[in-house]
């Protein structure tokens, strides 16, 4: 009995001692300049939860988010900074369960928890292959992520620091692309780049049908008037309201967020015509 409460105590004494020793500290990053031809400084990339999956049906596949953290180490090393924002439904989606009779909020707060998951996913993807990484999540848990504040998120962006955005806006009817659009403007990117499974925005659905046409540049209006389906409408009002540019491209093709990035005419840019894009801002200060 003693033995067994002086081993309880031991493993208490170095729990505790986990708990409260110093965070690591990182080595000084230096920013890398930017790259020859490279359009962006700063983006904002958004990947659906199932373009985690894979061939699979559900979950995260490890050869998918391999590939995925490779690509966007590829491209952050032409200087480019980075933020993401990742969908949760590869584990679960708040609108689909709430068609089934679950409260929407409820609901939407488990697709919030679900984004966390693959948030936390990607940034061990990264950090694994040495690029330094921070979750910043709308919704506080501390152990896990940073809580997001605005100005610490352009800090780490600064820095030379992958930021991953995570749990949505923190609020319920809202979807991450909603968040994505949001974010993008409180950083100052200069555009919001939608990662899907087909090659851009098209008149109708092209699996399903073979005559469909795909659009080089649209605006805003066709894409709500038409419904396009590029993001929900509160995302693409978001974006229009403050001139904020929106790529859709193929994700599934290795190397074509670095193609974009380098200016290829890849994908559907989703714009106001009339009106020059927005530019993003460097403004803010050390959290």
């Known amino acids: 009995m003693a033995k067994a409460k002086g081993k309880a105590k031991s493993t208490a004494a170095v729990l505790e001692a986990r708990e409260t020793r110093a965070p690591i500290e990182e080595p000084t990053i230096s920013k890398l300049p930017l790259a020859p031809g490279v359009k962006y400084r700063r983006i904002l990339l958004k ?39 990742l ?61 997001y504040i605005r100005r610490r998120a352009i800090r780490h962006l600064e820095k030379g620091r992958l930021v991953i955005f995570a749990a949505g806006t923190g609020n319920p009817y809202f979807t991450t692309d909603t968040a994505a659009s949001l974010r993008a403007m409180e950083i100052g990117a200069e555009i919001v780049m939608k990662a899907t499974r087909v090659d851009g925005v098209y008149d109708k659905d092209p699996h399903k049908h073979k005559d469909a046409r795909m659009f080089r540049r649209v605006s805003y209006l066709d894409v709500l008037n038409k419904n396009l389906g590029v993001m929900d409408s509160t995302a693409i009002s978001l974006c229009r309201d403050n001139n904020l540019p929106i790529l859709v491209f193929n994700m599934t093709k290795p190397g074509n967020i670095r ?3 380098l200016g290829e005419p890849l994908g559907t840019l989703v714009l106001d015509e009339g009106r020059e894009p927005r530019l993003g801002s460097n403004n803010g200060s050390p959290a």
């Open 87 to 147: 969908g949760g439904g590869n584990i679960f989606r708040g609108v689909a369960a709430s068609s089934r009779g679950m409260d929407r909020a409820h609901a939407d707060y488990m697709g919030m928890l679900a984004t966390v998951i693959n948030s936390l996913a990607l940034q061990d993807a990264l950090e694994s292959r040495g690029c330094y990484t921070r979750v910043l999540s709308a919704i506080e848990m501390e152990r896990l992520a940073e809580p």
């Open 259 to 261: 193609r974009v990035v």
């Open 47 to 85: 990947l659906s939860g199932e373009a985690l999956m894979g061939s699979g049906q559900y979950g995260i596949d490890p050869v998918t988010l391999a590939q995925i953290a490779d690509e966007v180490i590829d491209v952050h090393s032409l200087g480019i900074e980075i933020a993401l924002v």
